[in-house]
Each structure stands twice: as C-alpha cells, then as structure tokens.
C-alpha cells in the first residue's frame, strides 16, 4: 500500500534554532517527493521538488533531502523565524503527471516560539 | 502572488443550506482542477477531479450528487456542497495545474465551511 509518513507529529523550537524533518515513503513507482509549508487556515505552498535523481535542494533556509534508496526525504530549516510555524506535508507522486495519485503525508506540526 | 483564487475563504450556514465554493485560476487557463478536503491536523484527502467541458472523476466513497462539481469555463471549478449537514464541516481546498510547465500543482487558500 503506497504510504507517506512524516515524524515528528509535531515539534516546538525556540526561534533561530534549526530543525529537521522526517519523511518516509512506500511509494511505488516514484516520480518526485515535495515538501509544502501550509499556515493555519491558508491552502499549502510548495516548498521544493525532487526527482529520484536528486539528492538535495535547497529553497533559502530550507533544505530537502532525498534518499531513494531507502525511500526517505528529510526537511532542515535553518535559523527558524517566527513565521516558520506552520505545518509542513511531504508529498510523493508516483507518476510526473498523474496529479490525481500522489499521495499526502500527514504533515509535521511545527511551532517556532520566541 | 496567489494563482488560484478561493472564495469564499469562511461560511457558516445551517443544516439542510447548500452551499458554492468557487475556485478560479488567476494567470492561465486549468483544463484539470482538484478538490481536496482536510480535517484538522490531518492530511489533504482528494476528494474529485474536476475536468473542464466534461464530468468530473470522483474519489471512492464520495458522494457525486453530495459534492456537485462544475467546471464551465477554464478558470473557474465550482463545488457546490447539497444540504449540508454538520459532519460536512470541514476545510476545502482546489488546486490547478499551470499547463505545459513544471509548476507543482497550485493551491488555493481554502475554503472554511461550518454548518450549525
């Protein structure tokens, strides 16, 4: 059964500290993983891609790692702010164009507090 | 800025009420368009796939004369919620596919529904 699971549920860090996020898949076939951020109450925006070829991709503080091998993806945000807090969904398409088949993870929970 | 256009982003109505949420694409023209719906602190769970100038592609257990999708034009996806009773409370999110270009799907805000 195609699953995305992401760890920890939910995390709370003092600002300008950094974290990282986990995110492990049984997707089969694999065409890409993203990461999203989505603010309370806001629809979610894409954060980075990855292909199976790729290992890393950064987008600012934000760095996204691909290991295809074991099927995990691991999000690092570096020097959290305030606005970080937000919940962050680790996306897995198992086909480039078949919108309609990925599949969501849970999402982590993340609070940045002062 | 925001390329899918959500509206209305909170309602609240009564039980038995039906209630349109629109989604339009602001910059491009989307064929397909997605519907999705979210509980709290869970993830987006697809609901149907609105096709544009044909029917729309239903997930298994949705309820195609519940959740009524119109996609008329190729800016605009309608979900038109039918007497709505309070466990359709739940946040609804459409995204849109940019053609012809690598953009992961965009979403829309989200739209809040609360039925009393």
């Known amino acids: 059964k195609n699953q995305v699971e992401q760890s920890p549920q939910s995390l709370i860090i003092l600002e300008g500290k950094n974290c990282t996020l986990q995110c492990n898949y049984t997707v089969s076939p694999f065409s890409n993983l993203r990461w999203y951020k989505q603010d309370t109450g806001r629809g979610p925006v894409s954060l980075t891609i990855?292909?199976?070829?790729?290992n890393t991709k950064s987008n600012g503080r934000y760095t996204a790692t691909l290991d295809a091998d074991t099927k995990q993806s691991s999000l690092h945000i570096t020097a959290s702010q305030l606005s970080d807090s937000a919940s962050y969904i680790c996306?897995?398409?198992?086909?480039?164009?078949?919108?309609?088949?990925?599949?969501f993870g849970p999402g982590t929970s993340l609070s940045v507090i002062p | 800025g925001a390329v899918v256009s959500q509206h209305p982003s909170w309602v609240i109505c009564k039980s038995g009420t039906s209630v349109k949420i629109e989604c339009r694409s602001l910059?491009?023209?989307?064929?397909?368009m997605f519907w999705y719906r979210q509980f709290p602190k869970q993830s987006l769970m697809l609901m149907a796939t609105s096709n544009e100038g044909s029917k729309a592609t239903y997930e298994q257990g949705v309820e195609k004369d519940k959740f009524l999708i119109n996609h008329a034009s190729l800016t605009l996806s309608t979900l038109t919620v039918t007497s709505a009773h309070p466990e359709d409370s739940s946040f609804y999110i459409c995204?849109?596919?940019?053609?012809?270009?690598?953009?992961?799907?965009?979403f829309g805000d989200g739209t809040r529904l609360s039925i009393l």
């Open positions: 996306v897995v398409s198992p086909h480039e164009t078949s919108y309609d088949k990925v599949i």
């Open positions: 990855m292909t199976f070829s790729e």
């Open positions: 995204s849109a596919i940019k053609p012809y270009s690598n953009q992961p799907q965009h």
């Open positions: 910059d491009f023209q989307a064929t397909t």
